[in-house]
């Protein structure tokens, strides 16, 4: 599955350096945002396009990283400036586990817990655990990219 998320930053330069605002996300408020500042003779003001790009796919457990091997990162294409992979368990854990080591560990203490509170469970009849072989790892890579625009680029 890939997302794509397009923001815009507006920049200018004070006297101690440059000062970038917030990501917006609106195309008009850009617009206005930048009028402002250009009507209040701010200087080089600047407007940046950024677009994340992330691919979220299932990789098996055998398919990670081997243990004490760093995630290898994607190729920075030539238009990206900024590349991250990590990695995740689909609906149960953390937002993101930075590599096979942490994957194996976050699914071996599942495994553990599950297993300790497993004859709770039988006496409750529920458990709050899932069984770690059930859990589907993904793979997660982000690019971030970026360009210098001008407000007319700006989509309509």
Known sequence: MQTHLRY??????TRP???TGKPLTSPATVRRHH????????TDVTLTEHVM?????????????????????????????????????????????PTGDHVRSFLSWVADVRERHTAGARRS???????PATLRVRDVRVVVSQRQITPDQLPA
């Not at 009028?35 to 701010?42: E, L």
Request: hydrophobic share 25%; charged share 20%.
């Open 53 to 97: 790009t992330k691919t979220d796919s299932p990789i098996t457990v055998a398919d990670l990283p081997g243990p004490g091997e760093p995630t290898p990162l994607p190729p920075l294409p030539a238009t990206a400036h900024e590349v991250r992979r990590y990695f995740r368990c689909e609906n149960y854990g953390p937002p993101a586990l």
């Open 125 to 131: 009849g529920s458990s709050s655990y899932p069984d």
């Open 17 to 19: 350096g440059t000062r």
């Open 8 to 13: 815009w930053t507006v920049s200018y330069r």
């Open 35 to 42: 009028a402002a500042m250009t009507a209040q003779g701010r």
